[in-house]
């Protein structure tokens, strides 16, 4: 089941809810008790590194990418 982030503006926190996808626009209430919540956009990262044979594996060897930090590979004017 997702992981949902929520941002409760009275209490100034944020607090993550376990719920379906079906779900994940209805109301959650935060730990204060407030309902009038904002669902935010969540961060993650994956650390990933190319093996001896050229497949990826885990790891953090940010030097086997090639190109800029965004989805392009730094070949547009984005500036990644």
């Known amino acids: 089941m997702p992981v949902y982030e929520y941002y409760c503006p009275t209490c100034k926190d944020k607090f993550e809810v376990r719920r379906s996808i079906s779900e994940m626009d209805d109301p959650a209430v935060c730990a204060g008790g407030h309902a009038d919540t904002w669902r935010t956009l969540s961060m993650f990262t994956a650390l990933v590194s190319r093996g001896e ?11 086997s990418f090639e190109g800029g930090g965004c989805a392009c590979g730094g070949s547009c004017s984005c500036g990644g």
């Open 53 to 63: 044979f050229g497949e990826y594996e885990g790891g953090s060897d940010f030097g």
